[in-house]
């Protein structure tokens, strides 16, 4: 099983940062992480589930094999300046499919972030 470096890197400040959180609200277990992931977002899903699956197996941690990862995707969306067609890019800097011009502004895609998790506060020794 390979994990690029990049997402176990980002999981493991997304478990981090939950748990601190969980921690102090008196959670035991994290049962479950929303995570949105833009399209655009350098950060690739597979890896990101692969990287939780490591995490999963890992002692002392707040995670546990029946916490679960829901990873939301994010479609990128883009907006020209110029005659205001909204289209789908391929990149961050994206040209207008319909006058072909730059500087279109980018809406949505590129977001990277915990949208929630739901703990409890009690753990299963199973």
């Known amino acids: 099983?390979?994990?690029?470096?990049h997402e176990m890197s980002l999981m493991s400040e997304i478990i981090q940062i939950v748990?601190?959180?969980?921690?102090?609200?008196g959670?035991?277990?994290v049962n479950k992480i929303d995570v949105i992931v833009g399209d655009l977002s350098n950060v690739l899903p597979?890896?990101?589930?692969?990287?939780f699956m490591f995490f999963q197996r890992q002692e002392g941690s707040l995670i546990s094999e029946d916490s679960k990862l829901n990873?939301?995707?994010?479609?990128?969306?883009?907006?020209?300046?110029?005659?205001?067609?909204e289209f789908i890019p391929d990149y961050k800097i994206a040209q207008c499919p319909m006058?072909?011009?730059?500087g279109s502004l980018l809406e949505s895609g590129e977001t990277f972030r915990v949208e929630?998790?739901?703990?409890?506060?009690?753990?299963?020794?199973?």
């Open 99 to 102: 006058c072909n011009l730059p």
């Open 27 to 29: 959670f035991k277990k």
């Open 46 to 51: 597979d890896a990101l589930e692969l990287a």
């Open 116 to 126: 929630s998790y739901e703990g409890s506060e009690e753990f299963d020794e199973n």
């Open 1 to 5: 099983m390979v994990i690029e470096l």
């Open 71 to 85: 990873i939301i995707r994010e479609e990128a969306k883009a907006k020209c300046q110029t005659c205001d067609c």
């Open 19 to 25: 748990s601190e959180d969980a921690a102090a609200r």
